[in-house]
Nanobody, 120 residues
Framework: QVQLVESGGGSVQAGGSLRLSCAVSGRTFSIYGMGWFRQAPGKEREFVAA???????TYADSAKGRFTISRDNAKNTVYLQMNSLKPEDTAVYYCAAGYYSGISTSYAYWGQGTQVTVSS
């Protein structure tokens, strides 16, 4: 069974930065594509960024130039570095493991989420 635990969320002022981490249990972490998604109150879950097992990355337009996804296979951890945060980035952020994609249904395993709040 694969388990994902996010951390690093919190409250920050607009323009600030946060780094989210997602620790993944199991010895097969390196074979999974990893994604970050977010869900704001009253809105559907949306794609943020993804990284393949080989290190290829893709981003939502809203994240390009501000967010960076990375992974450390030795630590079974994926990261999301978020810079120049805006109030509209406020959401619960989820990491997911599965097939490298920008589509949520490609991911079989999900974390519980971590709250990110950006104040103006």
């Amino acid at each position: 069974q694969v388990q994902l635990v996010e951390s690093g969320g919190g409250s920050v002022q607009a323009g600030g930065s946060l780094r989210l981490s997602c620790a993944v249990s199991g010895r097969t972490f390196s074979i999974y594509g990893m994604g970050w998604f977010r869900q704001a109150p009253g809105k559907e879950r949306e794609f943020v960024a993804a990284i393949s097992s080989a290190g290829s990355t893709t981003y939502a337009d809203s994240a390009k130039g501000r967010f960076t996804i990375s992974r450390d296979n030795a630590k079974n951890t994926v990261y999301l570095q978020m810079n120049s945060l805006k109030p509209e980035d406020t959401a619960v952020y989820y990491c997911a493991a599965g097939y490298y994609s920008g589509i949520s249904t490609s991911y079989a395993y999900w974390g519980q989420g971590t709250q990110v709040t950006v104040s103006s």
